[in-house]
């Protein structure tokens, strides 16, 4: 899969938000705030990270319907992408 940096830069985002995200819920943890408040918040870091993987799925299948991997490889089959959907199901 191509890593270009105008591809990727919206999957880094994500993932950093994520990460913020997950301090916070460790932090919340550790002083004991409410169940519902650390489920929540579990929950958004799971929704985002749910998303930057789609993000890669979706330019891998980008690179398969225009037969350009950017990287000079092949392009990924139909196989590798449903492995990839079903890994985020």
């Known amino acids: 899969m191509a890593s270009n940096d105008q591809s ?4 880094l985002n994500r993932l950093r938000r994520a990460h913020g995200q997950l301090a916070g819920v460790i932090s919340m943890i550790e002083n004991g705030r409410e169940c519902t408040d650390v489920v929540t918040q579990i929950a958004a870091v799971s929704r985002a990270l749910d998303r930057a993987g789609f993000k890669l799925v979706a330019g891998g ?8 991997p950017g ?14 959907f079903l890994a985020l199901a």
Do not use: F, H, S, Y
């Open 71 to 84: 990287d000079g490889k092949e392009p990924m089959t139909e196989a590798e992408l449903e492995k990839l």
């Open 61 to 68: 299948l980008r690179e398969c319907l225009t037969g350009e």
């Open 8 to 11: 990727m830069a919206p999957v």
